[in-house]
Every structure is written in structure tokens, then in C-alpha cells.
């Protein structure tokens, strides 16, 4: 059925929520779970410089610390994952990533946007909704 979820997660309340489900998903049906986790702005330069231009390696320290209590939901019950981090429109990231990896489900928190500034930005979620071509669920 869903032999792989594509978790997307900031971090954020509502994104561990997301996760408590994927990580539901991925006992009951022995599923793998792709933590995706993007940022929008590249590391500061002299970030960069100190980690000899390995950008890679700095998102993934960034998405290690940020999204701690995720990891060890995943790693506390030894449920089989892979950590995936890229810079970039969130919405168009986890999108493509999910083609890539080809997803059977999208799991991603809700942003809880009020309905005026959702009309004019469009949520991460909303545009994942709209554009991903498996089903997502949106965890609020």
C-alpha cells in the first residue's frame, strides 16, 4: 500500500504531529520513510567556508539539530528511514523529491495559515496538495 512515505518536517509542532503519523504509517505496514527536510536560504558564506564549501554536509547538520525529536522517533524505535535535505521552495522540493524517490504518500503538517495571507502566499501545504502525484496528508 505504502511502502514509501515521504515525510516533509521543519521541526515545527504541527510537522511533529505529521511525524508521530508517518512514523504510525511506517510500523503498521513496515513502510520506509524519507525525512525530507528544506531550507530556503543557503548557509552564510562564512559557514560555508568553514566547512570547505561542503554545503551538503551543513544542511544536513542544520536538519540534524532542527528536527531532533523527528529523528528519534525514527531511531528510538528503529523504524527504517533516510534523512534527504535540499535548499529551495519547500512546496517545489518536496514535490520533486517525491517524484524522484517515487512516493506512495506524503505526510506534512499543516502551517495553519489565516485564509487572507493563504489566498496571497499559498501554503507549503496547499501547493504539495495541488501539485503531488500521490496522495498527501495533511496533519494538523
Known amino acids: 500500500m505504502y511502502e514509501k512515505i515521504l515525510l516533509a518536517t ?3 509542532e504541527n510537522a511533529r504531529r ?8 511506517a510500523r503498521k505496514l513496515s513502510s520506509h520513510v524519507i525525512l525530507v527536510y528544506i531550507i530556503n536560504t543557503p548557509p552564510s558564506q562564512s559557514r560555508m567556508a568553514k566547512a570547505n564549501f561542503d554545503v551538503h554536509s551543513l544542511l544536513e547538520e542544520d536538519a540534524k539539530s532542527d528536527i531532533k525529536n523527528t529523528l528519534d522517533i525514527f531511531e528510538t524505535e528503529s ?3 533516510t534523512l534527504k535535505v535540499a535548499i529551495g521552495d519547500p512546496a517545489a522540493e518536496i514535490i520533486e523529491m517525491a517524484e524522484k524517490e517515487k512516493a506512495d504518500l506524503i505526510v506534512i503538517g499543516s502551517r495553519g495559515l489565516g485564509t487572507l495571507k493563504g489566498v496571497f ?5 496547499q501547493k504539495v496538495t495541488h501539485h503531488a502525484k500521490c496522495p498527501v496528508l495533511i496533519v494538523k
Not at 505529521?18 to 504509517?25: M, P, R, S, T, V
Not at 502566499?121 to 501545504?125: N, T
Request: proline share 0%.
Open 10 to 12: 521543519d521541526g515545527s
Open 121 to 125: 502566499m499559498g501554503s507549503v501545504s
Open 79 to 81: 523504524l527504517a528511514y
Open 18 to 25: 505529521a511525524a508521530d503519523e508517518a512514523a504510525g504509517f
